[in-house]
């Protein structure tokens, strides 16, 4: 049997295929273009579409026939098509700034309490507000409205279905009763009638349409919902119990823990945390990120090491706390602050300072970072007392060691560079009848590598460090306010 994972995201597309034993059987990967100009950024549906047709073909050329494929996207941006199936017009990404008037007219303890966001212009729903009030004959014509999610599964079989967890970023469904808020969607004025039908991850969709299939060389391949892709990464990490979190280090740094109830404790909405219905009736995750991690470290090496390795840079740094201070807001800040004009401080820099020293002070802003985000956590009552690492930081001792003393929590790695498609095709593998259950289904595909444990002395140091890092934000917040205003 083979089980496909698509995983959609902002920049490229994947497929990743494994037999019923959990052996990687072969991967494709397919880019394409984003569109930032005046303030807007876009892509286009059709280069995704496209981007996933090319890995389908591409790897059932290789491989042959594929049985069933689940496909997980990004989240937030939304595709509109007309009674005739055309896109109407490119789809604003979640850093579009669009949107944003729209979003201040939701009463926020209302949207909280429904969707367990609060508003902000990056979720679809505000978006679409947009589109209606300044487009108006795009609206109009507008008889689907769809994340990526439901509209590759549309393409593919003619079902027009989204997962929960991916609902659950338009900012209009309700996380407790799981479907889309009629409250919410009045207040907007969008008609839900646009949307996709809401199903459980890991739901079946059909199966591929006949002259889809013959193109793509696919027969009588089932097609399955998989999730939002923060939600993929969790499963493909095999996390599943209150307490336990995945830390993914891509280009986004984002640790996602699991729980069994929605926190009371309103602080974690305050400071922009969303709460997502997970994989099983009435366990939860959020998400605690920052956009710049994998992605400033790839910047230090190809502006100031370039041809280096990280595996190289890595030996020139040891895990002895060092002196000086990164805010890693390369690409503004995202939680706590959700302060996309937010910039990379660097502070203690002195004539002595070498560039393993930067090096090593980068990827221990972003750990302190998540730090910040972690005890913000716990005193909204979610506890985090392990992490599963994931993304290309879990090929790096050096980071591990340095995450687990930061954070007094050991990680393990997992042997898992494609976490996403592994939870995807673990859903995918449930549903078709290959797996069991999600037991089995960790049991083969989830494979763990090392454990880090803190060292004590060296996390009281960190601490100490620690609480000078959380003061920088505030101290030059004033700074870059009067950068903003010129």
Known sequence: MKIGGIDVGTTGCKLTVYDEYGILLHKEYAEYEINRCAGEHEIDAKLIWNGVKTIIKKTTDIIGNIDAIGVTTFGETFVMLDECDNILCLSM?????????????????????????????????????WIKKHR????????????????????????????????????????????????????????????????????????????IAEKLGLYDTLIVNGCHDQVAAAVGAGTFE???????????????????????????????????????????????????GGSCVKWFRDTFSEGMSYKELDKTIDNTPGNI?????????????????????????TLETTKPDIYKAIMEGVTYEMLLNIKILQDSGIVLNKLYATGGGATSPVWLQMKANILGIPITALDAPEAGAAGTVMLTGICAGIFNDLKEAKRIMVKEGKTYFPDPEKHQKHMMIFSRYKKIYNAVRDILEEDKNE
């Open 325 to 349: 201070l990164v805010m890693p807001h390369f690409s503004g800040a995202a939680t706590p602050y959700m302060d996309p004009l937010s910039k990379a401080v660097f502070l203690g820099i």
């Open 136 to 211: 108006p004959d795009i609206y109009n014509r507008a008889a689907r409205i769809m994340l990526f999610e439901d509209f590759i599964i549309y393409l593919l079989t003619g079902s027009a279905q989204i997962d929960r967890s991916l609902a659950a970023r338009t900012m209009g469904f309700d996380i407790k009763k799981y479907n889309w808020s009629k409250e919410l969607f009045d207040i907007a004025e969008i008609e839900i009638s646009k949307m996709s039908r809401v199903v459980k991850s890991g739901t079946a969709a059909g199966k591929v349409k006949a002259d």
């Open 242 to 292: 209150d307490g336990f979190a995945v830390d993914g280090t891509g280009t986004v740094e984002c640790i996602t823990p699991v729980f069994d109830k929605i926190p009371q404790n309103k602080q974690i909405y305050e400071n922009s945390y969303a709460v997502v219905p997970y994989i099983d009736d009435g366990k939860y995750v959020c998400y605690a990120f920052s956009f710049s």
């Open 93 to 129: 990404l979640y850093t579009d700034p669009r949107g944003t008037d729209e979003a201040k007219i939701f009463n926020p303890q209302a949207v909280m309490e429904i969707a367990g966001v609060k508003p902000h212009p990056m979720y679809s729903l505000p978006k679409i507000m």
